[in-house]
């Protein structure tokens, strides 16, 4: 038994370092190059990363960023989101996408969550539109897919004018109706945090939209506003993404589709073996295909979502909770609130949310090991 103890590995909630053979070394070559040659900012590795997302998110145009949260800002501040506008924001998300809006100036309303899904409730947002007339509202495509309502989002903003922002940060990857998720959406978002599907060595971002107007006011507003070197059109602010990471990202771009056909087969695993009793594994809704971003479990019973953490940290396998806490509950929010649609399910989601690890290149082993110490907790997988 000792021995056996001693042999057992420890499972990490997400490992960055599991590199592709070849990816670092080939890092290497190019950065040792870019550095001797001074290539910092612009040049021809930010215009292929540029043209590449284009392609493999078929969106007519890509603009990179300094990160996620940046390029929500860009996003909003290019369709005119500013002073005093009221925008409509899902209250179960990462703070940076409530923060975006209180940083450029407009007032957030938070519009509860679907339990079946994670996006927001269809009925709340339509109605949080009819009572407020938002200037703009923002989704969140958490966990690897998007709201199972998302067209009739789209099509009711599109009908009462309210710029629709959708944050892709988690989305990298997510196919909706046979199609890249960004590819329909009007302005679309998505960070490149090192632990997003598709990762840079820092941080990084882009505005994705078809509209060449957004797309060029975007570029403007993230470049200190210019319209030629000393000519400013717009007050923006420095938002480049800098050629290194461009490198980098386009390295990482060659292997995304590998990564990504292990996330879902890492996800599928759970799927089939994960217990059925005391846990709900949340699933992409019909018409999505997932990127395998993160798996999602909801544990209701506040006891066995203890008893299951410390069960988990006992035997040294990462979890996380994604997220614990809702928007207009986080103290940072009360300044800012301007109100709130739907009901309390946000709270639900976030009280019983716990996600195993979940990260390309998992092995076997390692998904066997996460299942095994779920099921000594709350049993084994039943047959029906
Ligand atoms: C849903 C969501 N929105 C926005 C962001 C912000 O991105 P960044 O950290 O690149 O600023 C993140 C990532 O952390 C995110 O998950």
Known sequence: MALFKEIEINVPFIDLKRWEPGLHAALMDKFHAMTLDAQFIGGTELATLERRLQVELQVAHAV????????LQLALRAGGVGDGDL?????????????????VGAKPVTVDADLADGGVCLDAFSAAIRAVRPKAALLAHLYGWGSARLSALRTVCREQGVLLVEDGAQSFGVRYLGESIYRGAHISTTSFYPAKVLGAAGDGGAVFTNDA?????????????????????????NSRLDSLQAAFLNLSLDHVQARIASRRQAAAYYHEHLPTAGIELMKAPAGYEENGYCNVCLVPDAKRKAALEAHLKAE????????????????????????????????????????LPLFPYMTESELQRVVAAVGSVLGTRQCH
Request: aromatic share 12%; charged share 15%.
């Open 64 to 71: 990179a960023c300094a990160n996620g949260t940046d390029a």
């Open 87 to 103: 925008v409509l924001v899902p209250n179960v998300t990462f703070w940076a996408t409530f923060e975006a809006v209180v940083n």
């Open 213 to 237: 107007e957004l797309a060029d006011k975007v570029r403007r507003l993230g470049n200190h506003g210019r319209t030629t070197h000393y000519g400013y059109g717009d007050v923006g602010w």
């Open 316 to 355: 040294g396998i990462g979890f996380g909770n994604i997220y614990p806490s809702v928007m207009s509950r986080q103290p940072g929010a009360a300044a800012y609130l301007k109100g709130h649609f739907g009901g309390q399910a946000g709270e639900q989601l976030c009280a019983s949310v716990l996600n």
